[in-house]
Nanobody, 119 residues
Framework: QVQLVESGGGLVQAGGSLKLSCAVS????????MGWFRQAPGKEREFVAS????????SYEDSVKGRFTLSWDAAKNTVFLQMNALKPEDTAVYYC????????????WGQGTQVTVSS
């Protein structure tokens, strides 16, 4: 089994920064990569960023490009999402997820961490 635990959310003013963490434990050796998603009140969950282990390839949703950076600390088995220049529209619950198959659905999800950006 795989467990994902997010942390680092909170309240920040527009223009500020936060760094989210996702600690991964369990049987992760067969995974192909991880992703960050978010869900704002009344909206569907949306993709934010992802990393594929092969080639260390990262992808970002257009609205966060240049502001958010996904990184991975293999020694700590932790994925990070550094969020800079935050905007009120970034307010959401942020989730990390792990995917076993390249291009497949995400198989495991964390419980989420709230990010609130005030104007």
């Amino acid at each position: 089994q795989v467990q994902l635990v997010e942390s680092g959310g909170g309240l920040v003013q527009a223009g500020g920064s936060l760094k989210l963490s996702c600690a991964v434990s369990g049987r992760t050796f067969s995974s192909s990569g991880m992703g960050w998603f978010r869900q704002a009140p009344g909206k569907e969950r949306e993709f934010v960023a992802s990393i594929r282990w092969i080639g260390d390839r990262t992808s970002y949703e257009d609205s966060v490009k240049g502001r958010f950076t996904l990184s991975w600390d293999a020694a700590k088995n932790t994925v990070f999402l550094q969020m800079n220049a935050l905007k009120p529209e970034d307010t959401a619950v942020y989730y990390c997820a792990l995917r076993k198959q390249i291009g497949g659905l995400y198989d495991y999800w964390g419980q989420g961490t709230q990010v609130t950006v005030s104007s």
